[in-house]
T-cell receptor
């Protein structure tokens, strides 16, 4: 079975630009999570989708971040406009049931904002 | 909300020796404690976990212990091998099934010296 995939693997943009990250969960997984790790710090929860609905978006840092999951399949996370502090690795995870022990992580997108 | 502290941030051990990574959590309601291993350039992978009704769990060379009273849990790796070199993250989750959000520690970079 294919794992969770993320695109792009790396992105370098300038402050003020827009970047869109994509996550393709494992087929059939209704639950999709976004996390972020800023350099040297903890992996922080951003939000949780159940199918196309946002179950919990309490970790979204501010309104420059917009996550969507139209159709309940892949998800996008848009950062607009990007700031220097948005640099980090963005992970996506998916699971069939909403239990943390069944979350499979993607390889992450490394974002660098200059 | 939950806060997880992880120590040390870096750890070097001779091949064959044991490694111990410690985490503390703040919310006594947390009930699930997983450990993830992230090798360079790869995705975080769950290596072992423990629920709050258990004090210790072992899987071959890896073990996790939980002290609910002190609110800390530890990862123990015995007979370390070069392939154990990675970043290890602890996490804690609280809430009821279906609403469990992972809070991660800041990670420990483990280096096994041949």
């Amino acid at each position: 079975e294919a794992g969770v995939t993320q695109f792009p693997s790396h992105s370098v943009i300038e402050k003020g630009q827009t970047v869109t990250l994509r996550c393709d969960p494992i087929s059939g997984h209704d639950n999709l999570y976004w996390y972020r790790r800023v350099m040297g710090k903890e992996i922080k929860f951003l939000l949780h989708f159940v199918k196309e609905s946002k179950q919990d978006e309490s970790g979204m840092p501010n309104n420059r971040f917009l996550a969507e999951r139209t159709g309940g399949t892949y998800s996008t996370l848009k950062v607009q406009p990007a700031e220097l502090e948005d640099s980090g690795v963005y992970f996506c995870a998916s699971s069939q049931d909403p239990s943390p022990e069944t979350q499979y992580f993607g390889p992450g997108t490394r974002l660098l904002v200059l | 909300g939950e806060n997880v502290e992880q120590h040390p941030s870096t750890l070097s051990v001779q091949e064959g020796d044991s490694a111990v990574i410690k985490c503390t959590y703040s919310d006594s309601a947390s009930n699930y404690f997983p450990w993830y291993k992230q090798e360079l350039g790869k995705r975080p992978q769950l290596i072992i976990d423990i629920r709050s009704n258990v004090g210790e769990k072992k899987d071959q060379r890896i073990a996790v212990t939980l002290n609910k009273t002190a609110k800390h849990f530890s990862l123990h790796i015995t007979e370390t091998q070069p392939e154990d070199s990675a970043v290890y993250f602890c996490a804690a989750a609280l809430g009821f099934f279906g609403n469990e959000k992972l809070t991660f520690g800041t990670g420990t970079r483990l280096t096994i010296i041949p």
